[in-house]
């Protein structure tokens, strides 16, 4: 029996306009072209934002191997590559739709010309050139469009590399967009460069430099490497699969209180700090997700809550991975497959519980010495009917007044019970979502008069009313909450002037 069937080829516009609704920002499809730089060898690229009005136009040069002509002809075509063919390991490409996908989502003229052995090739995608025309079908156009080859000069004295060009910017330069905005756009870009390339960008061996309109992009790593008050770092875990390794590392940042101003400002990455919590998922060192938990969660997908915005896992995985990971077009996002969820989730909420610490003890939840549990002021009640808030009367401080209170003491515990149960949780927590912080107290930061003076008062009745030496009372305060913060301060206390 003979099968029926029919020739159904897309129509040429009908396909392109749709392609160009994928959802790529501009970031996003500046670093799918920076990827086909690498992959083609490339050590340096250039990116080149030039505003003039609706003309206005952006160039990626590479300094990579270049394509023949038929190479280039092949990385224009839609659909060439097929994306289950096995690619080279350091290849960080998939689907070969990048180049084209990426540019359509940003401008409606895509022109690349190409050097490869002093001999150049060039050939451009012209959307409303083809939209005059749309019997005309697949068209791809040779040389630059009239007027622009200028903008391809700068191709002119290398042996090897690439030019991409973007003309007719209509999803960038829309209705009343102005040079401002323009520039706002660099550097929204600057800063995603800087995350996506960072592992090669950084380091006096970098593998890559990016030039954005004559500035280098610096590296911004997510994980805060070599920072002296980092909390914890966790070795490099190896999980073997049918299609490679996968490597972890877990890490947890500090607290506010333990940066200065302009660090906590670096390190809060393109979205802040709450938005780039959870997973950074590696392909050959280019990062293809930036944060988030890739859907792991017990009852329900974990969201980014700012209790775990200290918490940024580093995970690995090779360009063999894809399928199973189910990596899109745009390599934005990534699902882990169910063999490897357990491993993932048990990583993933040890890193979770140990930044929920950090953030919630201030950078300080454990003692500066001796393993001993630090003396804090509130202890947590954890009851059927919910979790209360207690004071602890065996804190050093507390314990002294209630001590010396004599007849006054129902007063006092009185007041501590009034102090109790009138804690502004709610109030609490609701600042702490509104202004995505802590609320900080006046013992926060430097020692200053007042924390000096509490601490000089209840260091002398250690002294006075339990009969502690000074090496006692200095080992008592360290693991006394809030002084064990102020190590210098209690090393002063009792001091001979």
């Not at 401008?107 to 090739?121: D, F």
């Not at 006096?204 to 790593?221: C, F, H, S, T, Y």
């Not at 601490?455 to 006394?480: H, N, P, Q, Y």
Request: aromatic residues 8%.
């Amino acid at each position: 029996m003979t099968l029926k069937t029919r020739n159904a080829p897309p129509h040429a516009m009908a396909m392109l306009e749709a392609l160009r609704g994928l959802g790529y920002s501009t970031s996003a499809a500046l670093a799918d072209i920076i990827d086909n730089s690498i992959s083609a060898g490339a050590k340096e690229v250039r990116v080149d934002f030039i505003w003039d009005g609706t003309a206005s136009r952006i160039s990626i040069l590479d300094n990579g191997r270049g394509m023949a002509d038929a190479e280039l002809e092949s990385a224009m075509r839609l659909g060439d590559k097929n994306p289950l063919d096995v690619r080279a390991s350091h290849d960080l490409g998939r689907f070969g739709m990048g180049l084209k996908t990426a540019s359509f989502s940003q401008c409606r003229r895509l022109t690349v010309k190409t050097v490869k052995n002093e001999t150049e090739s060039c050939l451009r995608w012209d959307l409303d050139e083809l939209a005059a025309n749309p019997e005309r079908g697949w068209l791809l156009f040779e040389g630059p469009a009239s007027g622009s080859a200028v903008y391809l000069n700068a191709l002119a004295a290398e042996k090897s590399g690439t030019l991409v060009l973007w003309e007719l910017m209509d999803r960038i330069v829309t209705d009343s967009y102005t040079a401002d905005n323009f520039n706002d756009l660099i550097d929204t870009v600057e800063s995603h460069l800087a995350m996506i390339f960072h592992r090669l960008l950084q380091g006096p061996r970098a593998k890559l430099k990016i030039q954005l309109n004559g500035r280098a992009v610096a590296p911004w790593d997510p994980f805060m490497s070599g920072h002296a008050a980092k909390p914890w770092t966790s070795p490099v875990t190896n999980h073997s699969t049918s299609y490679g390794n996968v490597a972890i590392q877990c890490h947890v940042l500090p607290h506010r209180d333990k940066l200065t101003s302009a660090e906590f400002d670096e390190n809060a990455g393109p979205e802040g700090w709450t938005a780039q919590q959870g997973f950074y998922v590696y392909r050959n060192e280019r990062l293809l997700v930036a944060g988030g938990w890739l859907g792991l969660g017990n009852a329900r997908a974990w969201n980014r809550e700012e209790a775990h915005r200290l918490a940024r896992i580093r995970l690995d995985i090779p360009n063999t991975a894809d399928a199973d990971w189910k990596i899109d077009v745009r390599k934005s996002t990534a699902r882990p497959p169910v063999s490897l969820r357990p491993w993932l989730m048990s990583l993933a909420e040890n890193t979770r519980e140990r930044a929920r610490r950090v953030f919630a003890y201030r950078g300080t939840p454990a003692p500066a010495q001796g393993n001993v549990p630090v003396e804090q002021a509130w202890r947590v009640d954890r009851l059927k009917a919910g979790i209360r808030y207690r004071i602890d009367q065996n804190h050093p401080s507390i314990a002294a007044v209630l001590a010396n209170a004599g007849e006054l003491q129902p007063l006092i515990q009185s007041m501590l019970r009034v102090i109790e149960e009138t804690v502004p949780v709610q109030r609490i927590w609701l600042d702490t979502a509104e202004n995505k912080e802590t609320p900080r107290t006046n013992f926060d930061g430097e020692p200053n008069a007042a924390i000096v003076e509490v601490a000089a008062v209840l260091f002398d009745d250690l002294i006075e009313r339990k009969g502690l030496s000074v090496g006692e009372a200095r080992k008592s305060m360290l693991r006394t909450e809030p002084f064990q913060k102020y190590p210098t301060l209690v090393a002063k206390l009792g001091a001979k002037t």
